[in-house]
């Protein structure tokens, strides 16, 4: 063999394993590729999946926040109906406040409930006192009605109830509407002095 065939071999051993590294590095680069390409698709599904949860959050926080305004509304709404109707229908109005002070001055005040009351046009008052203590005695020193009174001394047993006059609260027209603030003297058993104030008026009609 000459020179020159020992030259070509020695170039084609090269070139030969120059191929393979060639195909080597063609086949890691194409391994690389493909695993970049992949952790690329898993990072967008994992962006996909993160904006897919940030969504779904604010679509939840979306819907509380309408329905809290639709009970908003509708809330807003029954109150201005109610408040209409007040409007429109006075009686309404009137009836309610005669109801409450009712229930309020025949409940739990102490010591005296009004249980009964009558007032005519022609300003004659009855009053039904009851002590709602259960000691005695009490003794009511003052009456006061709206500006009217009776300061007989009225004395109350334990749960006791007496019928107390008002006999001159003026003249007014029957059917209308009395809104008339109270307040009790009285002494406790021990004999000390005492007030009670009423917190809501008697709401009532002439009769």
Request: charged share 15%.
């Amino acid at each position: 063999m000459g020179i020159a065939d020992a030259i070509y071999d020695t170039m084609k051993n090269f070139s030969g394993n120059f191929s393979a590294l060639d195909a080597h590095f063609a086949k890691q680069n194409a391994s690389d590729i493909g695993s970049a390409d992949a952790e690329c698709r898993d990072s967008d599904q994992t962006r996909g999946m993160r904006q897919g949860r940030i969504y779904m959050t604010f679509a939840r926080r979306g819907q509380g926040a309408t329905e809290y305004l639709v009970l908003l509304a509708v809330v807003l709404i029954i109150a201005l109906v109610s408040i209409m109707l007040l409007g429109y229908f006075p009686g309404m109005a009137t009836d309610a406040k005669i109801t409450q002070s009712s229930a309020y001055w025949r409940g739990d005040v102490r010591p005296f409930a009004i249980t009964e009351v009558s007032i005519n046009s022609t300003g004659y008052g009855s009053f039904m006192l009851q002590n709602m203590e259960a000691n005695g005695p009490y003794t009511v020193t003052l009456f006061q009605v709206g500006g009217y009174n009776n300061s007989t001394n009225i004395t109350f047993a334990a749960g006791e109830g007496k019928t107390v006059i008002i006999s001159d609260m003026g003249n007014n027209t029957g059917g209308s509407v009395y809104d008339l603030n109270v307040t009790v003297s009285y002494t406790l058993p021990s004999g000390a002095l005492n007030k009670q104030y009423g917190t809501k008026n008697i709401v009532g009609k002439y009769s």
